[in-house]
Nanobody, 124 residues
Framework: QVQLVESGGGSVQEGGSLRLSCTLS????????IVWFRQGSGKEREAVAA????????YYENFAKGRFTISSDNVVNTVYLQMDNLIPEDTAHYYC?????????????????WGPGTQVTVSS
């Protein structure tokens, strides 16, 4: 079974940066679409960004465009989410999820595997 583990969360001030990591075990990221989601307190979960390997393609929600960058490193089987110019509204628990790439489409809400997540807190 695929396992995902996130890391890199923390507390930063407005305008700061964080890089989140999502590492897969047991299977290569080459076969999966990896999506970052977030859920703030009292809010619904929302997609942030996604990446596929075949072909290499990235997707972003509007609020993430220009501030967040998703990337992958197949050598270490990890997907990253670089978050710059953070604002308090980015405060949330961030999760990565994986789905067999051939069955995935941007906007999917059902995923086969989820990580436990990592907390991001942005203070003003």
């Amino acid at each position: 079974q695929v396992q995902l583990v996130e890391s890199g969360g923390g507390s930063v001030q407005e305008g700061g940066s964080l890089r989140l990591s999502c590492t897969l075990s047991r299977f290569s990221i080459d076969f999966y679409a990896i999506v970052w989601f977030r859920q703030g307190s009292g809010k619904e979960r929302e997609a942030v960004a996604a990446i596929t390997s075949n072909p290499l393609t990235t997707y972003y929600e509007n609020f993430a465009k220009g501030r967040f960058t998703i990337s992958s490193d197949n050598v270490v089987n990890t997907v990253y989410l670089q978050m710059d110019n953070l604002i308090p509204e980015d405060t949330a628990h961030y999760y990565c999820a994986a789905k067999w790439e051939r069955l995935w489409a941007w906007g999917d809400t059902k995923y086969d595997y989820w990580g436990p997540g990592t907390q991001v807190t942005v203070s003003s």
